[in-house]
């Protein structure tokens, strides 16, 4: 697949890897010029830019062309440009796109642990527990 192919906007996951581990950033793709550079909205986790300009990272896009129809560009490099006072990222690409799958992995999307949702389990758990013995109160007393 071309890059002069590719539906605007499109909706994309940049996967960055090194030494065995990876991580997924969801982006949307806003442009692209003469089949080699695809530019598309900066990447933003807790609101902070991520950097993808750090070396020796193996840099891959996948970008969805329809519901699960998937195209991926391996070997990339991306740059974040400043126009207009507002970031952007400009992908350059020097094959094809190949047909893919989509990433089985999540997209990061923040860096805080959740708290809430652990709290949330636990209130869950507790409130199981109360209406299990509210239950078993009620059933004990219609018995008398």
């Keep these: 697949m ?3 192919d590719i539906p605007i906007p499109a909706m994309a ?3 960055v890897s090194k030494e065995g581990k990876s991580a997924l950033f969801e982006t949307t793709i806003i442009q692209t010029t003469d089949n080699k550079y695809i530019y598309t909205m900066p ?3 807790d609101n902070k830019l ?3 300009e750090a070396k020796g990272l193996l840099k891959e896009i996948k970008i969805e062309f329809a519901p699960f129809e998937f195209y991926e560009w391996r070997n990339i490099s991306i740059v974040r440009f400043v126009e207009d006072g507002k970031s952007y990222l400009r992908i ?3 094959t094809p796109g190949i047909k893919a799958m989509a990433w089985s ?3 990061v999307t923040s860096t805080k ?3 809430e949702n652990l709290i949330s389990q636990e209130a869950l758990q507790v409130m199981s527990a109360a209406q299990t ?3 078993q109160m009620q059933s004990e007393g219609d018995r008398s």
């Design 105 to 107: 992995e999540k997209p």
């Design 133 to 135: 013995v509210q239950e």
């Design 43 to 45: 990447v933003r986790v």
């Design 113 to 115: 642990k959740k708290k």
């Design 50 to 52: 991520v950097n993808f």
């Design 13 to 15: 996951a940049i996967r």
């Design 2 to 4: 071309n890059v002069e």
């Design 92 to 94: 350059r690409t020097t």
